[in-house]
């Protein structure tokens, strides 16, 4: 009933402030925000804050898992950088084998150059060492760039891993912390019951809350009887202070010598 006059003298609140705007309206609408959450929060019974906060957890772990799906492409990258590079490395290797046998070979001074079954001339074979030398050159450079991506993503890819391990931790952390208020509750609960003398039967819960309700209105009609008694009283007094104070004057006025009849007989 509270919440419900609560929540109409809000709304009453909340237009007039409309009606009068000003820069008061903001501040009593933020106040009054304030009030109506706190109230709807305390209407909230801790079980089914505790029971939503649950489903919060395992709506984080939903969330967790979409990370897992990035997390695993993340590896895959990085997995397939490392193959990228260690190919090229190898080809590398080999090409580096190719142009110590080329220049090993251009150091004769025969016009025409036989290199793997190739019979070139001189001209032609240097050309060629060129050629070989400046594919060489760039991929290189391809390797150099891939192994900074390779680097970048690692670094990226052990971070997520990371934070997905925390994020465990932490749910984890959660549940255990919503077990022991789940436990603090019914201890609590039943600390209460055994001080009301019950069970935890609802029925038995709800009868003597009635009870109570009934004694409440039991001593506010004492309450009420004994304050009329003591306004009564007080007012009695007052009249009969008020009648004394009356009679003292009327005496007072008797007593002038005018109506002295002593004094009119001489």
């Not at 749910?171 to 077990?179: A, G, I, Q, S, V």
């Not at 008020?242 to 009849?261: G, V, Y």
């Amino acid at each position: 009933m509270c919440k419900k006059v609560l929540v109409i003298a809000t709304l009453a609140v909340l237009a007039a402030v409309f009606v009068v705007g000003g820069p008061k309206a903001v501040s009593y609408l933020r106040y009054y925000k304030q009030q109506l959450r706190a109230s709807w929060e305390e209407s909230i019974p801790p079980e089914q804050e505790i029971s939503r906060l649950r489903m919060e957890v395992e709506r984080l772990k939903a969330e967790d898992s979409k990370a897992y799906d990035k997390v695993v492409r993340q590896g895959r990258e990085v997995k397939r950088l490392q193959a990228n590079i260690g190919e090229l490395k190898k080809e590398l290797a080999d090409d580096v084998v190719n142009i110590r046998e080329m220049k090993v070979s251009l150091q004769t001074k025969d016009q025409h150059i036989t290199f793997k079954g190739d019979r070139l001339s001189r001209n032609e074979f240097q050309a060629e060492l060129r050629q070989v030398a400046a594919s060489f050159m760039v991929r290189e450079e391809k390797l150099k760039s891939l192994q900074e991506q390779l680097k970048a993503r690692k670094e990226n890819y052990d971070l997520s891993k990371k934070t997905l391990f925390n994020r465990e931790l932490a749910r984890e952390k959660l549940k255990t912390e919503l077990d022991r208020l789940e436990t603090k509750l019914a201890t609590e609960k039943q600390a209460q019951a055994r001080a009301r003398n019950t069970t935890n039967d609802p029925s038995y819960l709800r009868i003597e809350d009635e009870i109570s309700a009934v004694r409440e209105r039991i001593e506010t009609m004492t309450d009420k009887r004994e304050l009329m008694d003591e306004v009564r009283a007080r007012s009695a007094n007052r009249a009969a202070k008020q009648r004394r104070e009356q009679d003292a004057k009327i005496d007072k006025f008797l007593d002038d010598p005018k109506f002295n009849t002593t004094a009119e007989g001489q």
